[in-house]
């Protein structure tokens, strides 16, 4: 079997998606639309075999609804069905939290096809996202509601921690409101979990900031110690090191910080806590730039909880949060110019010892070509971005931080 093969560092990754050939589904039927032209495994699995949902169908195949469309319809039809029957959802227009991958070496031209790829294909032709479950399962999951146990039916369901950390993400969508533009401030500060998220999350923001005279900060939270495998901690960390001042001195940056959380281990302790508390006071941004809680990567996630504690009471900022390892629906979105997105790519290109690892250039192409979709633009990265203390009770709301993974 020429697939799966796994990104370098699985274990990082909250819920990792068990990646199939086909999908582990019989008879299908189509609901809202005939999928076939937009999701290539249909055509080639169930070929004219795959009609409109009727009373022959073994299973239920639509598109995974976006946040704010109405769901009534699709919650309807679902109730209807047998509790057991398997609904298969597929990703089309919005990101999806996915129990299934599939490959395909032709894609449809989406963007989100190739973003998936590079997570989990080595950049290399194009995945299908689907969220599989069974129908009464499918309704708790798009209602937001909690479930009382992970669903383990058999080996093709490894991924145990799927259900929990879906519905995880499913109710933090609904907390995604009221986004603010990105307009000048003086002063930004970048508070990133590692060497790369920067560029990748907010490059062309910082871009943008840079040209608008606007002083910009950066921070990493962790060492780097474990994105180079060949190599020792301390030597990971210092080609880490060495490449993100590469990046820096391509955008111009030179107020950097790094504070030295262990990679894969950060924790909001004390130490790390203080030392960032102590930087947002003295610095005094109007703006911090941050990666989303609902992230598909553990640092990503704790790097929310450790910029929580650290916040010091009387700093009055916004924060414009953005995300990679689970891509966030468009919020606010920043146009960028192709000289930006070009610099973009040049500053991403001296994190040369983790693009050998994962297609970073392409994953960064289509991440910020889907953002610029809707725009008049080829280039775009997004945000929501918030008061802090509206980020922060929106966190508190999408109950992320009583988190308790299975498995
Ligand atoms: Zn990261």
């Known amino acids: 079997m020429q697939w799966p093969r796994f990104m370098r560092r699985p274990s990082n990754i909250i819920s990792v998606p068990t990646v199939v050939e086909s999908l582990p589904i019989t008879k ?10 937009k999701v290539s495994s249909l055509e080639r699995d169930f070929g004219s075999t795959l009609l409109p949902f009727n009373e022959h169908s073994e299973s239920f195949v639509a598109p995974f609804p976006r946040q704010g469309e109405n769901t009534e319809l699709l919650l309807e039809r679902l109730d209807e069905l047998p509790r057991k029957m398997l609904v298969a959802l597929y990703e089309s227009k919005t990101p ?28 290399r032709g194009y995945t299908e996202a689907w969220c599989v479950l069974p129908a009464s399962k499918m309704a708790k999951l798009i209602r937001g509601q909690k479930l009382s146990k992970p669903l383990l039916c058999g080996s093709s369901w490894q991924n145990k921690r799927f259900l929990s950390t879906a519905v995880d993400h499913q109710r933090t969508l609904a907390q995604l409101e009221n986004t603010q533009p990105i307009e000048h401030v003086d002063r930004i500060t970048v508070v990133m979990p590692h060497y790369d998220d920067e560029v990748l999350q907010c490059g062309g923001a910082m871009l943008q900031a840079l040209a608008d005279n606007t002083t910009v900060q950066v921070i990493w939270l962790s060492d780097g110690s474990r994105g180079v495998s060949s190599v020792d901690h301390q ?21 950097t910080h790094h504070l030295g959380g262990i990679e894969t281990l950060l924790t909001a302790d004390d130490s790390i806590c203080e030392q960032l508390r102590h930087l947002l006071s003295e610095f005094r941004p109007q703006r911090v730039h941050g990666v989303w809680w609902a992230d598909n990567h553990v640092d990503h996630y704790e790097a929310n909880l450790i910029l929580q504690r650290a916040w010091p009471q009387d700093l009055d900022a916004t924060i414009a949060a953005s995300s990679l390892w689970q891509v966030m629906p468009p919020r606010t979105v920043v146009e960028l110019t ?16 983790q693009i050998d690892a994962v297609d970073y250039s392409r994953l960064s192409r289509h991440l910020d070509a889907f953002f610029a979709s809707q725009y008049d633009a080829d280039y ?14 929106a966190m508190q709301a999408s109950q992320i931080t009583a988190r308790r993974w299975f498995g």
């Open 338 to 353: 192709t000289q930006q997105h070009q610099q973009k790519m040049r500053a991403l290109q001296c994190y040369k010892s």
């Open 96 to 123: 999806l939290w996915p129990n299934f991958l599939i490959h395909h070496a032709v894609g449809d031209g989406l963007n989100l096809q190739s973003v998936r790829s590079c997570m989990r294909h080595q950049g």
């Open 380 to 393: 775009a990265e997004n945000f929501w971005h918030v008061p802090a203390n509206e980020y922060f009770t």
């Open 28 to 37: 299908p039927g189509f609901s809202f639309g005939d999928p076939r032209q």
């Open 235 to 255: 030597q990971s960390s210092q080609i880490r090191r060495a490449e993100s001042a590469a990046a820096m001195a391509e955008l111009g940056i030179k107020n």
